[in-house]
T-cell receptor, first 109, second 113 residues
């Protein structure tokens, strides 16, 4: 089955800097890769997703890149703000959705 | 994702007791899922259902049971066989079970007395 690894587990950046979170997956048949943001005690919220026929997708300050050959995908947040502080999860899906362990991002004002 | 509701927000279980977590959606989604989240960890799949009257075990189904009698409802029962039930339980739904996005409910935090 699919196995998703996510790095780093914690990330601290200064406000205005960029943040990058990386994930690798094992199942080459996975074709859908969402990213979720979860604030403390709340539900995960989808922030961006990418499908396997696309290499990059951008939505304002957030971008995701996908390298199918290497089986890894990354989340890029530019011009970080304190409200970006949360836990971010990547996921990969073929038949089932598999989640990474999460990255706790802290943006220092 | 506002169309998915879970209740209660907090639930306390006594030793040997079965408890049921509610999940309802009004999004007309075919597929529904239950995940367990432990502190500092990702989401692990307990059960999922692709269609009414059908459901499949996920990675950690032992000690749990589900039913899918209606499209909009997918309750999860935590049985007494689940020895470590304390966790945050998240329900999700998607239009289908392919590349569609999963949307999450607000979660239920289960604590053992």
């Amino acid at each position: 089955g699919e196995n998703v690894e996510q790095h780093p587990s914690t990330l601290s950046v200064q406000e205005g800097d960029s943040a990058v979170i990386k994930c690798t997956y094992s199942d080459s048949a996975s074709n859908y890769f969402p990213w979720y943001k979860q604030e403390l005690g709340k539900r995960p919220q989808l922030i961006i997703d990418i499908r396997s026929n696309v290499g990059e997708k951008k939505d304002q300050r957030i971008a995701v890149t996908l390298n199918k050959t290497a089986k890894h995908f990354s989340l890029h947040i530019t011009e970080t703000q304190p409200e970006d502080s949360a836990v971010y999860f990547c996921a990969a899906r073929n038949n089932d959705m598999r989640f990474g362990a999460g990255t706790r991002l802290t943006v220092k004002p | 994702d506002g169309g998915i509701t879970q209740s209660p927000k907090y639930l306390f279980r006594k030793e040997g007791q079965n408890v049921t977590l509610s999940c309802e959606q009004n999004l007309n989604h075919d597929a529904m899922y239950w995940y367990r989240q432990d502190p500092g960890q990702g989401l692990r799949l307990i059960y999922y259902s692709q269609i009414v009257n059908d459901f499949q075990k996920g990675d950690i189904a032992e000690g749990y049971s589900v039913s899918r009698e209606k499209k909009e409802s997918f309750p999860l029962t935590v049985t007494s066989a689940q020895k470590n039930p304390t966790a945050f339980y998240l329900c999700a739904s998607s239009i289908g079970s392919g590349q569609e996005t999963q949307y999450f409910g607000p979660g239920t935090r289960l604590l053992v007395l």
